[in-house]
């Protein structure tokens, strides 16, 4: 077991699951950090610097400073870099402060001898809904056929080979935040004669398309090691859930019920996962009504925490 185990997150993150895995964390005996890197470098420190020859690594997550070693541990969840920084900074002197902040936190990170779930670039790199794909047909899993495109002329050739209808997807999965600092998201939408009418919007920033595949239930699975946690959601049975159960994600949190994943299923995720090198993942499946079992997308940094503290209440910070 670690001496110490650091997670990177920030200070808004969910409450109630990080105090979960810090309870686990120390009945084990390691301690326990968050760095909030939107505490980062504000507030929050960490130093690199050649001792006797050999390059050590510190952190202050507000109280004393610690060494991380090759025996510690990492947990890479969230990364809020450089939002505290001072609004009113002079022109361009802010922009050069964040990338100074996002080169020394992320360089950092990425030396670091630790355990880490998961590393920098592996995340970065598994993110990649191109190679996601190619990845996940290369193991035998089940797709929806798909066009990521900036072409106007090849997204109208693509939709128009979906006759039972396609849907609009992001490929960063970004969100957005209010000046009341909620957050928003943008969820998978259908595509409509609106849509087909606005096409030439590709040339300013591209999208992901995917026939429509028809839903019995839906399935997050998620992977952590060796090991999968199979939930299943009936969102045909949730008005507003049909097309992304997100729309309906708070209303949902305690409808989620443990599923047994077919063995061939599993095998294909963990091979795909052992392609990517990656220890965590969220994985969400469509089951659609005859059985098939259709991969939508490995999410790297994926949540959790109602599925343990809601339901069906997998042991995921043990």
């Known amino acids: 077991m670690p001496q110490n185990v650091l997670v990177i997150t920030f200070s808004g993150d969910h409450r109630v699951m990080l105090d979960g895995v810090r309870a686990a964390v120390e009945a084990r005996g390691a301690r326990y950090h968050e760095l909030h890197t939107d505490r980062f470098p504000t507030e929050h420190t960490v130093t690199q610097r050649t001792v006797d020859g050999q390059e050590r690594f510190y952190a202050n997550t507000g109280g004393d400073t610690f060494e991380l070693t090759a025996t510690d541990a990492v947990w890479y969840r969230r990364m809020r870099l450089g939002q505290g920084l001072p609004r009113d900074m002079q ?24 355990f880490m779930v998961d590393r920098l670039e592996r995340v970065r790199r598994a993110k990649c809904k191109s190679w996601q794909q190619v990845l996940a047909r290369e193991v ?7 066009c990521l495109t900036n072409d106007p002329t090849e ?4 939709l128009s080979s979906c006759p039972d209808g396609a849907i609009a997807k992001m490929l960063a999965n970004w969100a957005w935040f209010d000046d009341a600092g909620r957050e928003h ?9 609106t849509t087909l009418q606005h096409l030439d919007g590709l040339r300013l920033s591209p999208l992901q398309f995917q026939e429509l595949i028809p839903k019995a239930h839906e399935l997050r699975v998620t992977a952590m090691g060796n090991r999968l946690f199979c939930a299943r959601l ?13 729309h309906k994600g708070r209303e949902t949190l305690a409808d989620w019920r443990a599923e047994a994943l077919p063995d061939d299923i599993s095998r294909r995720l963990l091979a795909l996962l052992n392609r990517t090198g990656l220890q965590y993942s969220a994985a969400d499946f469509i089951v659609t009504p005859d059985g098939r079992h259709v991969f939508l997308e490995a999410n790297t940094s994926g949540e959790w925490f109602w599925l343990e503290h809601v339901s069906p209440g997998f042991p995921l910070s043990a």
């Open 91 to 114: 022109t361009g002197h802010r922009e050069g402060a964040l990338a100074e902040t996002r080169e020394m936190f992320e360089g950092w990170l990425t030396a670091l001898p630790c």
């Open 155 to 158: 997204a109208a050739a693509f």
């Open 185 to 193: 998201v943008v969820m998978t939408t259908r595509v409509d004669d």
């Open 140 to 146: 035998g899993l089940d797709m929806p056929r798909t």
């Open 234 to 246: 009936d969102s045909q049975q949730v008005a507003g859930a049909e097309l992304d159960w997100r």
